[in-house]
């Protein structure tokens, strides 16, 4: 069974910064695309970013191109989304997702910017 | 990027039938997955690549395709599959959409 499971969001200030993690298990890590969604209160889903199986590879939605990284360790079957100078609008629900006829998704770790 | 339309919200009876739309240009080539959304729970897969469905969805779910249209039906619907329901599709380069989202109401 894939088990994806996320952390490290939390409360941050307009401008800072925040580190989000995803471990994954029941699967080889090293063969999937793996893509971070988000969701604002109350609103729907955005594809966020993603990364192919080693890592070549990176997509970005337009709004957080040059603040957002995503990375990964395939050692470790873990997926990173580095987020800087973050805005109030990128407060949301982060999911971390395997890619592969749909995506497998995380529980969540939810990310709140406000001062 | 592209878009993908949904309707905000459809509205069925028990055991009625719900479709649910989803429109965009790149739907004539790429495939369209369906996601179901309760309150508080992360998404799940329900249909994949247009019309298939994961083994562990039941057969009242179903999907079609017609040109720059791909509707989600729920056949017999219950009072459990009261949801939020979001399609999605990708262009070539693996750059991903979601529709909207819509809203069943199971009255």
């Known amino acids: 069974e894939v088990q994806l499971v996320e952390s490290g969001g939390g409360l941050v200030q307009p401008g800072g910064s925040l580190r989000l993690s995803c471990e994954v298990s029941?699967?080889?890590?090293?063969?999937?695309?793996m893509s971070w969604v988000r969701q604002a209160p109350g609103k729907g889903l955005e594809w966020v970013a993603n990364?192919?199986?080693?890592?070549?590879?990176?997509h970005y939605v337009d709004s957080v191109k040059g603040r957002f990284t995503i990375s990964r360790d395939n050692a470790n079957n873990s997926l990173y989304l580095q987020m800087s100078n973050l805005r109030p609008e990128d407060t949301g629900v982060y999911y971390c997702?395997?890619?592969?006829?749909?995506?497998?998704w995380g529980q969540g770790t939810p990310v709140t910017v406000s001062s | 990027s592209f878009d993908l339309t949904q309707p905000p919200s459809v509205s069925v009876s028990p055991g009625q039938t719900a479709r649910i739309t989803c429109s965009g240009n790149v739907l004539p080539k790429q495939y369209a997955y369906w996601y179901q959304q309760k309150p508080g729970q992360s998404p799940v897969l329900v249909i994949y690549?247009?019309?298939e469905r994961p083994s562990n969805i039941p057969e009242r779910f179903s999907g079609s395709s017609s040109g720059t249209i791909v509707t989600l039906t729920i056949t017999g619907v219950q009072a459990e599959d009261e949801a939020d329901y979001f399609c999605?599709?990708?262009?070539?380069?693996?750059?991903?959409?979601f529709g909207g989202g819509t809203k069943l109401t199971v009255l």
């Open positions: 029941g699967l080889t890590f090293s063969r999937f695309w």
């Open positions: 997702a395997r890619e592969g006829g749909g995506f497998d």
């Open positions: 999605q599709s990708a262009d070539p380069t693996g750059f991903w959409v």
């Open positions: 690549k247009d019309d």
């Open positions: 990364m192919n199986g080693d890592g070549s590879e990176t």
